[in-house]
């Protein structure tokens, strides 16, 4: 009897957990009756679909078009800076190879109305200190002055800076290093 009764109260902890887990899944639940659309309502739920995707597409390219202009802008501010003028030993005059750089210099520049830019005169160090100042700032007026007469930036929109020899590109003293530090520089100071 003993044994009958263990085995009862066995067989009840086992199935009792199982009956429980049952009616409390299921009870809380509403069985909902599926309730077919009309055409009409398929219709319009999938044109909101299709709108919302539209737009989603829309936005997507938008903001890649925003990149791209960044990126582009960005490049080209670089190359407008970064693009150097080169002058002959003793000289302050534009050479023809540099046309073409300040053109698109120019072309920056009136493409961007409201920037204000600094022309920078620099020199190699041979020579004396006031030298080397007084043409570093016949160089910068010489590219400024090109800019003005040739592509009709206002002079207004460019200030001039000599800094002679002191901000060599190349610090060796040879020739090579010598043409490199005998440069106009552009730095755009304002937009």
């Not at 302050?92 to 120019?106: F, G, M, N, T």
Request: proline residues 2%; charged residues 35%.
């Amino acid at each position: 009897m003993r044994r009958n009764g263990l085995i009862l109260l066995m067989v009840a902890l086992l199935v009792l957990p199982v009956f429980a887990l049952t009616f409390t899944a299921c009870g809380g639940k509403e069985v909902k009756k599926q309730v077919g659309l009309t055409d009409e309502e398929k219709a319009r739920l999938e044109a909101e679909r299709l709108a919302r995707e539209k737009a989603r597409m829309e936005e997507e390219a938008r903001m890649r078009a925003l990149e791209l202009e960044k990126q582009r802008l960005a490049a080209a501010r670089e190359a407008f800076e970064n693009e150097l003028v080169h002058f002959e030993f003793n000289k302050s005059d534009i050479l023809p190879e540099y046309e073409a750089v300040l053109a698109r210099k120019a072309e920056y520049m009136k493409a961007l109305a409201n920037i204000m830019v600094k022309v920078e005169g620099h020199c190699d160090e041979r020579g004396t200190e006031a030298y080397n100042l007084a043409l570093g700032d016949r160089r910068a007026k010489a590219a400024k002055g090109f800019l003005e007469t040739n592509y009709g930036i206002a002079g207004s929109r460019m200030e001039t800076e000599s800094y002679g020899e002191s901000m060599p590109l190349d610090p060796a003293h040879t020739e090579e290093a010598w043409a490199k530090n005998r440069r106009a520089a552009f730095k755009i100071i304002s937009e």
